[in-house]
């Protein structure tokens, strides 16, 4: 966590209905497909709900996937501020090493807003076809793919793009993104440790690969919020805020529809309320001008625009103009619910006694073979021991052992940061939840006596292929 805690209050004195909290923590429980696994409330700067849902805590810092862009377009914002880079500088210009080479106009044309905004002139992402020009450099590859369009005239949200403007930032002022950031936004902000994924040449990619706490997504919406504003002090330009957060080129009919049909700013998403940073699963920043109010939110999910549904359904009636009297009993009951959060655990019952034995030691392999969408796991084994039971995943010879809880979540911080639930379904079959806790994602894993195979099926699948054991924070 933060050293400096955000400042908090009541909901009800800062205008808040903590029935409509409520309300909408009921309907994210009852939705289908959606597992929530934070939630921040600010109003007028206090924080008046907080909740984890255990097994993820305050201070676990999570996988934000897109987020990161809206955390890499503001190091662009402090880097221009700073006189280091312009919106209208050439990209080309901050990398004269590529300038023989790269001979395409439209690729020549192209400026840092136009990588900062989505509008590179690609007409599709270019990432599997960046990657395939370059294996070696993502930059490189990406300015090797020529422009369907004018650069400026058509959005594509494309990886490239964000990476490119991240590398920008690092070009000019010779510092990874995290460590520039360090002393001019999460120390001014609070904010703690974070890590953030690199390429092989040391760059941390921007477009994704941040681990941040849910306590971070909030305090970068309040600083926009407050118009670059932190206790007083001008930290991020104002004038950056305020081009960051309009829409510079239409996005309908380029995405999923709904609320990312409404424009893209410098790294962040218009809305029908305020604007936003998102990412990949339920990551959510949303900050709401009008309402004068912040909402982080993490999860597990494919379904961002039910959980925006939501947010508008159910949190956004909440933000009253003024302070609510007689609600005391309404907030110590909000209070006691999110302190209270918690997943529930996959089912299942200890070990049938009398088929201990056939399963101490067992081992199995994958049922049908791998497949598309699954881990490329080689062997599961499962094994007592005075501690309980230890269900152990082979993968590239490299073993990942998770100790079963009993009738609860196993949290374990070492070889990896995991939570294990479930259990034996009946004397033959062993079913488990494993959630990487450092990141959106859990996997299911069921083994079969009788046959001695196993499944392992990702309730979400991780968007960068990488072995199990990669799936957590990189070393600070």
Known sequence: MSARPLPTSAPAAQGVDAAGIEAFLDA????????PHSLLVLRHGRLVASGWWAPYTPDRRQLLYSLSKSFTGTAAGLAAGEGLL????????????????????????????????????????????????DPDDLLRGFLRVPPEREPGTVFAYNQPATFTLGAIVQRVTGRTLTAYLRSRLFDPLGIGEVAWARDR???????????????????????????????????????WVAEATRAHVPTAGAMAGGDWDLGYGLQFWMSRHGYRGDGAYGQFCLVLPEQD???????????????????????????????LEGRERADAALRERLAGL???????????????DAWEGARFTPAGGSSAGRPGLTTVSVAGGEDGWTLTLTEDGHALPLRLGEGGWAVAEEPLPTAVSG????????????????????????????DRTFTADWNTVPLMPAPLRALRAPSV
């Open 28 to 35: 994210l429980d009852a939705a289908p497909g959606i597992e």
């Open 86 to 133: 312009r919106l209208d500088d050439p990209v080309l210009s901050h990398f004269p090493e590529f300038a023989d080479e790269i001979t395409d106009p439209r690729v020549r044309a192209l400026r840092v807003r136009h990588v900062a905004s989505m509008a590179s002139g690609h007409v599709a992402e270019t990432l599997d076809r960046a990657r395939a020009l």
């Open 201 to 239: 040449h040391g760059r941390e990619l921007g477009f994704s690969g941040l681990h941040a706490t849910s306590d971070a997504i909030a305090r970068l919406g309040q600083l926009y919020l407050d118009g670059g504003r932190w206790e007083g002090r001008q930290v991020l330009p104002a004038e």
């Open 342 to 356: 918690a997943l529930p655990p996959a089912a299942g019952k200890p070990a049938p006694p009398e088929r201990a």
């Open 423 to 450: 259990g034996w379904t009946d004397a033959g079959t062993l079913a488990v939840d494993v959630a990487f806790l450092e990141t959106p994602h859990s996997l299911r894993v069921t083994c079969s006596l009788p």
């Open 293 to 323: 109010a912040v909402v982080a939110l993490t999860s597990q999910t494919v379904r961002m625009q039910a959980v925006l549904d939501l947010v508008w359904e159910h949190l956004l009636p909440a933000f009253r103009p003024a302070p």
